[in-house]
């Protein structure tokens, strides 16, 4: 009598276990990289807010040879800043011959805070627990090891 051979199909469990733990590995690497590449963006959304505000009052300023009343309706300070990240405020000096931008971090960026005058100074006011201030603090921190954009 002629002996019938079954073929198997499919996978054991070893060669599961195998997959999922690469697929573990992996994602153990790609997941922390991800997030800090989402947060590079999410803080690239307030100095690219800055650098147009501060165009705009140096555009305002061209005009006016002042930077008094750029909060009024019309003037670059009253324009709507808000996001959903940060909060940006525009704070002018006595003598209406400077001014100071602040963007707030809220939400998942909450504790990032930069600065920019009108001379382009560029600071990093404050970062959130495990990332690095400059030193100098001449510029705005996007990534944890204090490196600038």
Known sequence: MPTVTKTRN???LIEVMIVVAILAIIAAFAVPNYQEYVMRGRLQDATA?????????????QDRRTYANSGNP???CALDTANRNFDFTCNGTEGANA???????????????????QNNNRRSLAVPAGW?????????VIRKAGLCS
């Not at 650098?51 to 555009?59: G, H, N, R």
Request: with cysteine; charged share 10%.
């Open 132 to 140: 690095a201030l400059p030193a100098p603090n001449n510029c705005w």
């Open 74 to 76: 019309g003037g670059p």
């Open 49 to 61: 807010t800055l650098s147009t505000k501060q165009v705009q009052l140096e555009q305002w300023f």
């Open 99 to 117: 001014y100071v931008l602040t963007a707030t971090g809220k939400g998942s960026v909450a504790g990032f805070s930069f600065t920019v005058d």
């Open 10 to 12: 499919g996978f054991t």
